[in-house]
């Protein structure tokens, strides 16, 4: 019987990111490595591929499992199938990112290399960030949100359960008495600059770059 397993719930592209982080946390210890994936099978990034049944079938002291799956609805779903099936919950930090003082981050959450969260934060379940995210002082963040890459989050902002919140967006900062909400659902695009409270639910989409048209060259 394997005293420990740790398994990353996803083999696709952010499964594959998150695998160099699950092998420095579980390098030192008497544990197997693996990926589960429901619609794939086989070998990823040379780690054995199981289907969650074949995974619960496994005898084993401890099982642990990261979800590794950018939907939030998706994630949510796995993580209370996670709980029913008694597997404990599993959180990926790179050992580059940085919690600076007083944060508290739930269950199930992943740090990608270069996230900082800074000062006074309260961070729900099942919280991703991808790399250079950041995360400023007195925030309050849902459970099931999602950072893409190089999201920039102010101080004194509260997001809402299951936002989405997209590549190189920047929040700008509230104040203590009066924190920019974004609400429960809110999708923000990739690029969109916030500025004020978003409403449960609304789809943020940045503006597209417009090319740059010169006339009368050449007279």
């Keep these: 019987m394997t005293e420990k397993i740790f398994a990353i719930y996803g083999a696709s592209g952010f499964g594959r990111e998150v695998l160099p982080l699950a092998k420095d946390i579980t390098q030192n210890k008497d544990a197997k490595l693996i990926f589960i994936d429901d619609e794939n099978k086989g070998v990823c990034n040379g780690i054995k591929i199981m289907q969650f049944d074949q995974f619960i079938s496994l005898e084993s002291k401890e099982k642990h499992v990261c979800l590794a799956i950018a939907d939030n609805k998706i994630r949510q779903y796995l993580f209370h199938k996670l709980e029913e099936n008694n597997i404990s919950h599993w959180s990926v930090s790179a050992k580059n990112s940085t919690i600076l003082n007083d944060c508290i981050v739930g269950e199930n959450s992943i740090l990608a290399p270069f996230v900082t969260l800074t000062s006074n934060i309260r961070i729900g379940k099942s919280f991703q960030a991808n790399l250079y995210s950041y995360v400023g002082h007195d925030c309050r963040i849902g459970n099931f949100v999602t950072f893409a890459p190089a999201v920039k989050c102010n101080g004194n902002v509260k997001i809402e359960d299951n ?32 500025t004020k409270n978003v409403p449960p639910g609304t789809k943020i989409v940045a503006r597209p770059t417009k090319p740059l048209i010169r006339t009368g060259l050449g007279k």
């Design 163 to 194: 936002v989405y919140i997209g590549t190189g967006a920047i929040i700008k900062q509230g104040t203590s008495k009066k924190p920019l909400v974004i609400g429960e659902g809110a999708v923000i695009g990739m690029g969109a600059i916030i």
